[in-house]
Protein backbone atom coordinates (compact mmCIF):
# COMPACT_ATOMS: atom_id res chain seq x y z
CA UNK A 1 0.00 0.00 0.00
CA UNK A 2 1.10 3.51 -0.80
CA UNK A 3 0.31 7.12 0.25
CA UNK A 4 1.00 9.85 -1.99
CA UNK A 5 1.23 13.10 -0.14
CA UNK A 6 -0.09 15.69 -2.65
CA UNK A 7 0.61 19.55 -2.75
CA UNK A 8 -1.69 21.76 -5.38
CA UNK A 9 -0.56 25.05 -5.67
CA UNK A 10 -1.76 28.12 -7.58
CA UNK A 11 0.73 28.59 -10.65
CA UNK A 12 3.29 32.19 -9.84
CA UNK A 13 1.20 33.98 -12.53
CA UNK A 14 -2.08 33.59 -10.81
CA UNK A 15 -3.01 36.36 -7.90
CA UNK A 16 -4.62 34.05 -4.53
CA UNK A 17 -6.99 36.90 -3.44
CA UNK A 18 -7.55 34.47 -0.25
CA UNK A 19 -3.83 34.13 -0.27
CA UNK A 20 -3.53 37.76 0.19
CA UNK A 21 -6.36 38.66 2.57
CA UNK A 22 -5.00 35.74 5.32
CA UNK A 23 -1.23 37.13 4.67
CA UNK A 24 -3.16 41.40 5.63
CA UNK A 25 -4.74 39.79 8.80
CA UNK A 26 -1.81 37.69 9.62
CA UNK A 27 0.79 41.26 9.40
CA UNK A 28 -1.81 43.79 10.43
CA UNK A 29 -4.38 42.16 12.80
CA UNK A 30 -2.31 40.12 14.77
CA UNK A 31 0.78 42.36 14.22
CA UNK A 32 3.60 39.76 12.98
CA UNK A 33 5.60 42.02 10.88
CA UNK A 34 8.47 39.20 10.38
CA UNK A 35 5.98 37.55 7.68
CA UNK A 36 6.93 38.31 4.13
CA UNK A 37 4.89 36.21 2.01
CA UNK A 38 2.05 33.56 2.23
CA UNK A 39 1.07 30.78 0.09
CA UNK A 40 -2.05 28.72 -0.09
CA UNK A 41 -2.91 25.18 -1.39
CA UNK A 42 -4.70 22.31 -0.81
CA UNK A 43 -2.94 19.41 0.53
CA UNK A 44 -4.39 15.55 -0.29
CA UNK A 45 -3.14 12.49 1.29
CA UNK A 46 -4.22 9.28 -1.35
CA UNK A 47 -4.10 5.49 0.36
CA UNK A 48 -3.51 4.02 -2.60
CA UNK A 49 -3.52 0.29 -2.42
CA UNK A 50 -3.23 -3.28 -5.32
CA UNK A 51 -0.79 -1.90 -7.38
CA UNK A 52 2.45 -3.58 -8.27
CA UNK A 53 5.07 -0.80 -7.39
CA UNK A 54 5.90 2.63 -6.88
CA UNK A 55 6.25 3.03 -10.22
CA UNK A 56 2.61 2.63 -10.98
CA UNK A 57 1.55 4.04 -7.44
CA UNK A 58 3.23 7.30 -8.95
CA UNK A 59 1.43 7.22 -12.32
CA UNK A 60 -1.91 6.29 -11.23
CA UNK A 61 -1.43 9.60 -8.71
CA UNK A 62 -0.43 11.73 -11.78
CA UNK A 63 -3.86 10.39 -13.77
CA UNK A 64 -5.96 11.62 -10.59
CA UNK A 65 -4.29 15.18 -10.34
CA UNK A 66 -4.72 15.64 -14.01
CA UNK A 67 -8.09 14.55 -13.97
CA UNK A 68 -9.18 16.17 -11.22
CA UNK A 69 -7.57 16.91 -8.11
CA UNK A 70 -5.43 20.26 -10.23
CA UNK A 71 -6.64 23.00 -12.32
CA UNK A 72 -3.59 22.45 -14.89
CA UNK A 73 -4.36 25.68 -16.29
CA UNK A 74 -4.39 27.69 -12.88
CA UNK A 75 -2.65 25.57 -10.54
CA UNK A 76 0.26 23.68 -10.55
CA UNK A 77 0.84 20.21 -8.41
CA UNK A 78 3.65 18.38 -6.61
CA UNK A 79 3.58 14.66 -4.95
CA UNK A 80 5.70 12.54 -2.43
CA UNK A 81 5.00 8.52 -2.27
CA UNK A 82 5.34 7.03 0.66
CA UNK A 83 4.92 3.00 1.02
CA UNK A 84 3.04 2.39 4.23
CA UNK A 85 3.40 -1.74 4.31
CA UNK A 86 4.71 -3.95 1.42
CA UNK A 87 2.31 -4.28 -1.06
CA UNK A 88 0.52 -7.22 -0.99
CA UNK B 1 15.06 33.94 6.79
CA UNK B 2 12.71 30.67 7.18
CA UNK B 3 10.13 28.93 5.46
CA UNK B 4 7.48 27.41 7.40
CA UNK B 5 5.33 24.19 5.78
CA UNK B 6 1.99 24.47 7.36
CA UNK B 7 -0.44 21.29 7.35
CA UNK B 8 -4.12 22.13 8.24
CA UNK B 9 -6.31 18.86 8.43
CA UNK B 10 -9.37 17.51 10.32
CA UNK B 11 -9.44 16.01 13.27
CA UNK B 12 -10.10 12.04 12.58
CA UNK B 13 -13.31 12.34 14.18
CA UNK B 14 -14.72 14.94 12.12
CA UNK B 15 -16.02 13.95 8.62
CA UNK B 16 -15.34 15.75 5.38
CA UNK B 17 -17.83 15.41 2.75
CA UNK B 18 -15.89 17.40 0.24
CA UNK B 19 -13.49 14.72 0.48
CA UNK B 20 -15.81 12.04 0.74
CA UNK B 21 -17.21 13.42 -2.60
CA UNK B 22 -13.83 13.79 -4.36
CA UNK B 23 -13.25 10.03 -3.22
CA UNK B 24 -16.36 9.16 -5.31
CA UNK B 25 -15.51 10.81 -8.25
CA UNK B 26 -12.19 9.27 -8.14
CA UNK B 27 -13.46 6.06 -7.32
CA UNK B 28 -16.88 5.74 -9.45
CA UNK B 29 -16.26 7.95 -12.23
CA UNK B 30 -12.41 8.25 -12.99
CA UNK B 31 -12.56 4.39 -12.33
CA UNK B 32 -9.33 4.27 -9.73
CA UNK B 33 -10.71 1.44 -7.50
CA UNK B 34 -7.36 1.22 -6.14
CA UNK B 35 -7.88 4.50 -4.28
CA UNK B 36 -9.22 3.57 -0.63
CA UNK B 37 -8.91 6.61 1.16
CA UNK B 38 -8.49 10.50 0.74
CA UNK B 39 -7.59 12.99 2.69
CA UNK B 40 -8.08 16.57 2.25
CA UNK B 41 -6.57 19.78 4.26
CA UNK B 42 -4.90 22.83 3.40
CA UNK B 43 -1.00 23.69 2.39
CA UNK B 44 0.27 27.30 3.73
CA UNK B 45 4.17 28.50 3.11
CA UNK B 46 4.75 31.13 5.05
CA UNK B 47 8.01 33.29 4.81
CA UNK B 48 9.59 34.54 8.00
CA UNK B 49 12.06 37.27 8.21
CA UNK B 50 13.80 39.09 11.10
CA UNK B 51 13.66 36.41 14.07
CA UNK B 52 16.71 35.34 16.06
CA UNK B 53 16.61 31.28 15.20
CA UNK B 54 14.28 28.06 14.06
CA UNK B 55 12.66 28.25 17.61
CA UNK B 56 12.04 31.70 17.41
CA UNK B 57 9.93 30.80 13.92
CA UNK B 58 8.40 27.86 15.02
CA UNK B 59 7.15 29.59 18.11
CA UNK B 60 5.62 32.57 15.56
CA UNK B 61 4.08 29.76 13.20
CA UNK B 62 2.46 28.24 16.87
CA UNK B 63 0.91 31.26 17.54
CA UNK B 64 -0.23 32.02 14.28
CA UNK B 65 -1.53 28.84 13.42
CA UNK B 66 -3.56 28.93 16.92
CA UNK B 67 -4.94 32.34 16.39
CA UNK B 68 -5.62 31.94 12.67
CA UNK B 69 -4.99 29.76 10.28
CA UNK B 70 -5.99 26.62 12.16
CA UNK B 71 -10.00 26.12 13.53
CA UNK B 72 -8.19 24.13 16.64
CA UNK B 73 -11.76 23.06 17.64
CA UNK B 74 -12.14 20.84 13.95
CA UNK B 75 -8.79 20.84 12.39
CA UNK B 76 -5.39 19.96 13.26
CA UNK B 77 -2.27 21.54 11.92
CA UNK B 78 1.73 20.17 11.59
CA UNK B 79 4.43 22.25 10.51
CA UNK B 80 8.35 21.79 9.15
CA UNK B 81 10.51 24.59 9.36
CA UNK B 82 13.29 25.17 6.75
CA UNK B 83 16.07 27.52 6.74
CA UNK B 84 16.21 29.60 3.21
CA UNK B 85 19.21 31.51 4.04
CA UNK B 86 21.44 32.39 6.98
CA UNK B 87 19.21 34.82 9.07
CA UNK B 88 20.62 38.43 9.22
Request: aromatic residues 10%.
Given at each position: ?Y?AKI?????????????????????????????????????F?L?I????????AAKKTDEIC???L???????Y?Y?I???????
Amino acid sequence: MYLAKIYVNYKQSILNPEAQAIKGAIINRLGYDEVNDLKLGKYFELTIDGVKNKDEAAKKTDEICDQLLANVNMETYKYEIEELEAAK
